[in-house]
């Protein structure tokens, strides 16, 4: 079975730029979550998208968003980039099913804004 | 609000020694979920385990083990024997118990661990 697969690896930007990162989760898995990890702030929860529809939300400004497909693959978009937003973006899928389940995690895109 | 403390930034060992990392949590919440990932230089979080809060047994998966103490609000994970392979940051974080898988996880700020051949 495959992974939990994210596109692209690596990204720059620059600021006052948008930005669309991409998740593929494992086949069968409904649950997609996003989480931002910096030196600074450290790993911080962002969404989870279940069913096509955003479950729960972190503690992150409108400018950051998601959406969810009917296959399942996610993806989260950065608005008008600021240079804080330079991160590793980790997505994880799990089949959501009861609270036994695991969370996979993809290998997360590094974004570095200028 | 929660919190969840790791003390140790960075703990280095040798091989075959024995390593604690310590994780102290804050919730107001009476029911929770816990949980241990590791990150390898790759960066890909690695799920390692998730206990309850209502199960307070201590539990043992091969070299690791955890001990959860609810009365010191305390989630310990052990290695035994350590290995270069262990070589990784590890992470503690605390979940509201919500329905149907879904979690909410607040992170501490990781354990980098060194495992010196």
């Known amino acids: 079975k495959a992974g939990v697969t994210q596109t692209p690896r690596y990204l720059i930007k620059t600021r006052g730029q948008q930005v669309t990162l991409s998740c593929s989760p494992i086949s069968g898995h409904r649950s997609v979550s996003w989480y931002q990890q910096t030196p600074g702030q450290g790993l911080q929860f962002l969404f989870e998208?279940?069913?096509?529809?955003?479950?729960n939300k972190g503690n992150f400004p409108g400018r950051f968003s998601g959406r969810q497909f009917s296959n399942s693959r996610s993806e989260m978009n950065v608005s008008t980039l600021e240079l804080g937003d330079s991160a590793l973006y980790l997505c994880?899928?799990?089949?959501?099913?009861?609270?036994?389940?695991?969370?996979?995690f993809g290998p997360g895109t590094r974004l570095t804004v200028l | 609000a929660q919190k969840v403390t790791q003390a140790q930034t960075e703990i280095s060992v040798v091989e075959k020694e024995d390593v604690t990392l310590d994780c102290v949590y804050e919730?107001?919440?009476?029911?929770?979920?816990l949980f241990w990932y590791k990150q390898p230089p790759s960066g890909e979080l690695v799920f390692l385990i998730r206990r309850n809060s209502f199960d307070e047994q201590n539990e043992i998966s091969g070299r690791y083990s955890w001990n959860f103490q609810k009365s010191t609000s305390s989630f310990n994970f052990t290695i035994t024997a350590s290995q270069v392979v262990d070589s990784a940051v590890y992470f503690c974080?605390?979940?509201?118990?919500?329905?149907?898988?879904?979690?909410?996880?607040?992170f501490g700020r990781g354990t980098s661990l060194i495992v010196h051949p």
């Open positions: 919730t107001r919440d009476t029911t929770y979920y």
């Open positions: 994880a899928s799990s089949q959501a099913i009861d609270d036994t389940d695991t969370q996979y």
């Open positions: 974080a605390l979940s509201e118990v919500k329905s149907g898988g879904s979690y909410i996880p607040t």
């Open positions: 998208y279940f069913s096509e529809t955003q479950r």
